[in-house]
């Protein structure tokens, strides 16, 4: 059973930069997408973006275009999330998940998130 | 831009059926059947419990329902039970790699 280990919590000053990570454990990232997805105190989820990477290809939610990059190491079975100039509005839990890519018609793909890491807290502030 | 409207709240008592609601504004919602629904208790990770609509991943209960109709899904959970008190949040693909999920709706059993 396949289990996503999420690296530890974090405190950032604003306008700086988090980068959170994501392993694999008992599986791997083939055939899947990568989600990230947010979640403030007190609030829902919010689907930050994907990537895929057997076709390195990510999607970003138009909120964060600009502020987020996600990458994959394949060899590793590891994504990472990096966020950017940070603000106390993205004081978070950021959770990442996995879903079987299916491809609906090149170059969309669509997936469901069965397997969730734990959550990684992201507190910003001075 | 495509939004996803959910209830704040429902309740209901043991035993009862629930219902709850996950609308869409965009037309993609409407086209694919890409909605899924999790579970969240307190302070854990959301938990899958629909997706495509209406199937159901291996080890959920038959109680967990799922349907779409237009721009409207919606999650029935029958014969309620007090262990199902959570969050419930639903999902879907709104077109060109983009998901969105809905505000969350909290369910109390009374």
């Known amino acids: 059973q396949v289990q996503l280990m999420q690296s530890g919590a974090e405190v950032k000053e604003p306008g700086s930069s988090v980068k959170v990570s994501c392993k694999a454990s008992g599986g791997t990232f083939n055939n899947y997408a990568v989600t990230w997805v947010r979640q403030a105190p007190g609030q829902g989820l919010e689907w930050m973006g994907g990537i895929i990477p057997d076709v390195i290809t990510a999607h970003y939610a138009q909120k964060f275009q600009g502020r987020v990059t996600l990458s994959a190491d394949k060899s590793t079975s590891t994504g990472y999330l990096e966020l950017s100039s940070l603000r106390s509005e993205d004081t978070a839990v950021y959770y990442c998940a996995r879903g079987l890519a299916t491809i609906i018609y090149h170059p969309y793909y669509y997936y469901y998130l069965d397997v969730w890491g734990e959550g990684t807290t992201v507190t910003v502030s001075s | 831009q495509s939004a996803l409207t959910q209830p704040a709240s429902v309740s209901g008592s043991p035993g009862q059926s629930i219902t709850i609601s996950c609308t869409g504004t965009?037309?993609?919602?409407?086209?694919?059947?890409?909605v899924s629904w999790f579970q969240q208790n307190p302070g854990k990770a959301p938990k899958l419990i629909i997706y495509d609509v209406s199937k159901r991943p291996s080890g959920i209960s038959n109680r967990f329902s799922g349907s779409k109709s237009g721009t409207t899904a919606s999650l029935t959970i029958s014969g309620l039970q007090a262990e199902d008190e959570a969050d419930y949040h639903c999902c879907s693909y709104v077109g060109s790699n983009i998901m969105m999920f809905g505000g969350g709706t909290k369910l109390t059993v009374l």
């Open positions: 965009g037309s993609d919602f409407a086209y694919y059947n890409y």
